[in-house]
């Protein structure tokens, strides 16, 4: 599988399921609460500081990504994107990266198509069928309870970078 990791650049997130457990809270004035993990924000910093870009496609659109995405320095963000695909091809325009550079992480069947474009494609455990039978690699995490850091780990150990990062927290 490292021959996979060894190349990326690019890892592209879906949200409700995969950087969260997949439930909305409404409170009484309709406005809409997500919960994101701690540790999937930190491993999306770690790809960040070793140079590996990370974005997000999304089928909703919520406040609540806009400001998550911001907190985390995530500028790629495609909302309301239900053919993700074109919003995939967007992002290859944009970045000028190849499939071979870009790792994807869904949940649902909305997410396989990308899933079959990149070069590595992850799901949480809890995904659907479709999804992790698409998936290269299936976290041992569900979705919102640290899926997402255990991908990014594995895309550090898989460039190499994994020994470096142990070593600047002096462990």
């Known amino acids: 599988m490292n021959d996979k990791l060894a190349d990326i650049r690019l890892l592209l997130l879906d949200v409700d399921g995969v950087m969260t457990d997949g439930g909305i809270i409404y409170d009484g004035n309709g406005l809409e609460t997500k919960t994101f993990n701690v540790k999937d924000g930190h491993g999306i910093k770690m790809l960040q500081r070793y140079g590996i870009e990370v974005g997000i496609i999304t089928g909703r659109t919520s406040l609540v990504v806009d400001i998550r995405a911001k907190e985390l320095g995530v500028?790629?963000?495609?909302?309301?994107?239900?053919?993700?695909?074109?919003?995939?091809?967007?992002?290859?325009?944009?970045?000028?990266?190849?499939?071979?550079?870009?790792?994807?992480?869904?949940?649902?069947?909305?997410?396989?198509?990308?899933?079959?474009?990149?070069?590595?494609?992850?799901?949480?455990?809890?995904?659907?069928?479709?999804?992790?039978?698409?998936?290269?690699?299936?976290?041992?995490?569900?979705?919102?309870?640290?899926?997402?850091?255990?991908?990014?780990?594995?895309?550090?150990?898989?460039?190499?970078?994994?020994?470096?990062?142990?070593?600047?927290?002096?462990?």
């Not at 290859?92 to 790792?103: M, P």
């Not at 949940?107 to 998936?135: C, G, H, T, Y």
């Not at 550090?156 to 070593?167: D, F, P, S, Y």
């Open 75 to 171: 500028e790629l963000v495609y909302q309301g994107a239900l053919k993700k695909l074109e919003s995939y091809r967007d992002i290859k325009r944009r970045t000028g990266l190849v499939d071979s550079q870009i790792a994807y992480m869904g949940d649902d069947v909305i997410d396989v198509p990308v899933m079959k474009q990149v070069i590595f494609a992850a799901a949480p455990s809890d995904a659907l069928i479709e999804a992790r039978n698409a998936a290269h690699y299936v976290t041992s995490l569900a979705g919102g309870r640290g899926a997402v850091r255990e991908v990014c780990d594995l895309i550090l150990r898989g460039r190499g970078l994994w020994n470096e990062i142990v070593a600047r927290y002096d462990l």
